[in-house]
């Protein structure tokens, strides 16, 4: 008696180092039903645990064993011995189970495998009074009062298996709220630092808008990078009125306008005679911007000999105008931005190092249009209303072939080209609907090419026929009658047009109206005779 005494505590201190040492969960139960296995003779051992819905359970960790073990086998409350355990919250001891009518045998397919017959306890594992699982083994037929103790053993380990699913659980909860706070904040910080002048809700321009915020309070040189028509004159202005300069000038320069004769003499001003054509002295664009902030667009462009000149104001904020040597001090911000590959220039010698050095104290990097499609539609809707407004025409929405043409299109010249693109469809546009044809011909892809310039009369006809019924359907958010109505024809032609393109009307049951975020067009051609 005292050596199984024993024995049974040292399967408990070996659990409960186990435990301590916290592998992860299943790898955990895994080892105790091991543990359970090598030392009591205790088979098949099976843990589950309440699935998230808590209405049934699943097995979490289980004991290989001879036979097929099914591992997607599942218990309802109250099934089997299992399931009953669960809603008594009361062990169950089955001396035989081949005498137990209740006994389901999902898991180990014992009957299947043969062999002798086998006594059966089952465990709840427990929080507090809730059940959130069960511990169960098989052992040889022994005698009720072997099985008695037993199932005293077992329910102590299961108390311990509680315990440890109960902290993870609670881990894991307070991980996950974590995260969703986490991820609530960054939307709110998003929202909050969001410069009104730029528009955009992807992922990554919630960066920059943070970056935008963390800078812009500072007097810190920033330098903005990101392709041609990215927008980094609106993130210089936002850098700027968002700023303790905002009521001082923000002035604009964009360096490769100017010739290499004329940019020394914009950017720090001239002296009268001080070459041929200076008639009068001429302040230049440091002294302008004093007390507010200087923007220098395409700062790459500069040859290096201004560089040298650049470099001095940028560290010492003092220079002199071309054509005297009267130094004059200047309170001014600077903001650079470029297209080029500054790191090359100055590998390749083009551009100072140490200038480079200089203005990269604080980069934003803002990303290709390709880069945040999730914005363009939201982009392509502003520009759609600006254009509206400015024509004096009313445009209700973007149609889906339009849409997918956006959406196929890789946007080179980002979203300058993007409102470009706009204003030639808002002003090719005559029915209220920018259609795929109101686009420019750069976006007419060979699809859409197939629209407007095929000769085939058939598909043309279907690909109109497709575009009015699904237009009509998102309109009137699926409503038969009423999409009939708006085209002009009975519901009995409508729905046999609709069976013939496979357009299925219940999914635009839940389109919001005028929505312009529509789903991408699909048109059957199969029955189309080529």
């Not at 507010?292 to 650049?310: A, K």
């Amino acid at each position: 008696m005292a050596n199984k005494k024993n024995d049974s505590l040292d399967i408990l201190y070996t659990i409960s180092q186990i435990l301590v040492a916290r592998f992860g969960e299943h790898e955990t139960l895994k080892e105790i039903l091991h543990i359970l296995s090598g030392s009591c003779g205790m088979v098949r051992g099976t843990i589950m645990l309440l699935s998230s819905g808590g209405n049934e359970l699943v097995v979490e960790a289980v004991q290989n064993s001879p036979g097929t073990v099914n591992h997607d086998a599942k218990y309802k409350w109250g099934e089997g011995i299992t399931g009953r355990v669960v809603q008594s919250g009361e062990a169950a001891i089955i001396p035989r189970v081949s005498k137990e009518p209740l006994f389901r045998d999902r898991i180990h397919g014992r009957r299947l495998a043969g062999g002798e017959d086998v006594s059966f306890i089952c465990v709840p594992i427990k929080i507090g009074l809730d059940v959130v699982g069960t511990l169960s083994v098989d052992l040889p037929v022994e005698s009720k009062e072997n099985l008695l103790d037993s199932e005293r053993l077992l329910s102590i380990v299961s108390g311990m298996i509680a315990h440890d699913v109960n902290s993870r659980r609670t881990a894991r909860l307070e991980r996950e709220t974590l995260e969703v706070e986490n991820l609530r904040l960054r939307g709110a910080l998003g929202e909050q630092f969001k410069p009104e002048n730029i528009i955009g809700n992807s992922k990554i321009m919630q960066e920059v808008f943070l970056r935008i915020h963390q800078v812009a309070q500072n007097d810190t040189t920033v330098l903005i990078r990101g392709e041609s028509g990215t927008g980094k004159e609106l993130v210089a202005s936002a850098l700027h009125y968002g700023s303790t300069r905002r009521n001082g000038p923000f002035v604009k320069v964009n360096c490769s306008a100017l010739s290499e004769h004329l940019i020394e003499s914009e950017l720090f001003g001239h002296e009268r005679g001080s070459f041929t054509g200076a008639i009068n002295t001429r302040i230049g664009r440091f002294e302008e911007a004093s007390g507010g902030t200087l923007f220098l667009d395409e700062i790459g462009d500069i040859p290096q000999w201004v560089q040298v000149r650049l470099l001095r104001v940028l560290q010492e904020r003092c220079f002199e105008r071309v054509g005297s040597n009267k130094p004059i001090t200047t309170d001014v911000r600077i903001i650079v931005a470029t297209n080029r590959d500054l790191e090359k220039a100055v590998e390749s010698g083009l551009f100072r190092k140490d200038l480079y050095y200089r203005i990269n104290v604080f980069p934003i990097f803002l990303p290709s249009l390709r880069e945040r499609k999730e914005d363009l539609l939201l982009l392509a809707n502003y520009f759609c209303r600006k254009y509206s407004k400015k024509t004096g025409k009313d445009i209700r929405r973007i149609s889906t072939p339009a849409i997918n043409m956006f959406m196929a299109y890789h946007w080179p010249g980002n979203v300058r080209e993007l409102e470009n693109c706009m204003e030639h469809a808002v002003v090719m546009c005559n029915d209220g609907v920018i259609h795929g044809y109101d686009l420019p011909p750069t976006l007419q892809t060979p699809d859409s090419e197939e629209i407007t310039n095929s000769g085939l009369l058939k598909l043309r006809v279907r690909i109109l026929e497709t575009e009015l019924i699904t237009d009509a359907l998102k309109h009137t958010g699926g409503n038969i009658l009423a999409t009939a109505r708006e085209l002009g024809c009975s519901s009995r032609v409508l729905r046999y047009k609709m069976d013939d393109l496979k357009i299925v009307f219940s999914e635009f049951r839940k389109s919001p109206d005028n929505c312009p975020f529509s789903k991408p067009l699909k048109v059957n051609t199969d029955s189309i005779t080529r």
